[in-house]
């Protein structure tokens, strides 16, 4: 009998003790797992402001204006916010955006989230920061449309924004200037960070996004998705070619564009040197989920699609249905909320648009 007892209890306890190891082993590989991905990952930071002029809380708030403002354009319905909505994740949902006076333009709209963070704005890079891109796009004739500097100024006056520009320039002489629109849209784009569940991963609460996600992120480390992918917005780091294995628009159906003549040749349409002929900004990845459909033209619809695409012409690896689905709940977990500040519609200057 106490033979019996000693061995059902050495018995449980030896079972208790694999019940343990096996815990053990399974937090090593949680942990393990995490290590491998902080060395390609980073968290978002909590803020990207610049440090030389102060982000006051009139200056967001006039960059928020300006940001759903219409009337400066030259047919007076377009903003960012049109083809940076809060309803689609800071993009537009179409293929190819739509400019003034119903412009076609050649590329899909990129989320506005985020976009500080990149080494570069637009898939051609042609754009240093958030204000660059903003201050150009004041006189692109495919954006805003604005023969000048001076006229877009005059606008805002017009409009009834002086006011506002004092208080977010307060120690100007002149604050209504085309330059400090840019200023002003650019603090308000600095707070349009997207903190997501990954986030939370990389910070050490394992749970916090599911198995598929993590073995999809085990997936897009083997395979190579990090060569390109990496770092705080998983991309937007460097330019590459897009179609490395074959020319890109075998696989995505994209198509000659009369305004390019010809095909998309990414940065080479800039520098016009040989090397970079197809090469195009590595985009983030954060919100991709979100902001359908995919590449610079928006020539793929779904995301398992562009997953393929990505494997077959960057990798040259033809990658199996579960993989992909793996590595899309690795990407879903990217997707962060649309910032409180963009959610809300805000009220402009009362004033007629006279064109
Ligand atoms: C007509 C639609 C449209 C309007 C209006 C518009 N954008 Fe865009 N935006 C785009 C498209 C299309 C691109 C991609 C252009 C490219 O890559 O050549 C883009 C690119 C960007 C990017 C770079 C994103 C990246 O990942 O490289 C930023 C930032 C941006 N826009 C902000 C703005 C701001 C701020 C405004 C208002 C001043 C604005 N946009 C107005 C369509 C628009
Ligand atoms: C050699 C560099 C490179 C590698 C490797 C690579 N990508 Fe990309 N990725 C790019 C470039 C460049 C683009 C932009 C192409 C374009 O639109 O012109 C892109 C675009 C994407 C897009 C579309 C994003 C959007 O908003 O339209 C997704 C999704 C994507 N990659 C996922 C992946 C996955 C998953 C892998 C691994 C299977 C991968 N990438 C491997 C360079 C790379």
């Known amino acids: 009998m106490i033979i019996k007892k000693t061995r059902l209890l050495f018995a449980a306890s030896a079972l208790v003790t694999i019940a343990i190891a096996s815990i053990v082993s399974a937090e090593d590989t949680d942990k393990a797992q995490l290590e491998r991905a902080r060395t390609f990952f980073k968290a978002l930071p909590d803020s990207v402001h610049v440090d030389d002029y102060p982000h006051s809380k009139a200056r967001v708030e006039l960059g928020k204006s300006l940001f759903f403002e219409t009337r400066v354009s030259s047919d007076g319905r377009l903003s960012c916010a049109a083809c940076h909505n809060p309803s689609y994740h800071g993009a537009d949902s179409l293929a190819l955006s739509v400019g003034v006076h119903g412009a076609k333009l050649p590329r899909n709209a990129p989320t506005v989230f985020n976009t500080p963070l990149l080494i570069a704005q637009h898939y051609g890079g042609n754009r240093t920061s958030v204000e660059e891109q903003a201050m150009k796009a004041l006189l692109s004739p495919l954006a805003y449309g604005n023969a000048s500097y001076a006229d877009v100024e005059a606008k805002l006056k017009t409009l009834g924004y002086s006011k506002k520009f004092e208080q977010a320039f307060p120690n100007e002489a002149e604050p209504v200037t085309a330059e400090n629109w840019a200023v002003a849209i650019g603090a308000f784009e600095r707070t349009l960070l997207t903190p997501a569940p990954f986030d939370k991963y990389l910070k050490g609460d394992i749970r916090a996004i599911s198995k598929e996600a993590r073995l999809g992120m085990d997936k897009f480390i083997s395979m190579g998705c990090v060569g390109c992918h990496s770092g705080t917005v998983v991309g937007g780091q460097s330019f590459q070619k897009f179609g490395i294995t074959e020319d890109y628009w075998l696989a995505t159906g994209s198509k000659e564009m009369e305004l390019l003549k010809g095909r998309d040749k990414g940065r080479y349409h800039d520098t016009k ?17 979100m902001t359908p459909p995919y590449f610079h033209d928006g020539s793929v ?54 064109n």
Do not use: C, H, W
């Open 273 to 289: 040197k040989d090397e970079d002929m197809y090469v195009f900004k590595v985009p983030q990845l954060r919100n991709v989920a």
């Open 301 to 354: 619809a779904k995301l398992d699609d562009a997953v393929r695409v990505m494997a077959r012409l960057q990798l040259g690896q033809k990658i199996s249905d579960t993989d992909v689905a793996l590595i899309v709940a690795f990407l879903e977990s990217l997707s962060g909320t649309v910032p409180a500040q963009f959610a809300t519609v805000p009220a402009l200057p009362v004033s007629p648009y006279m």
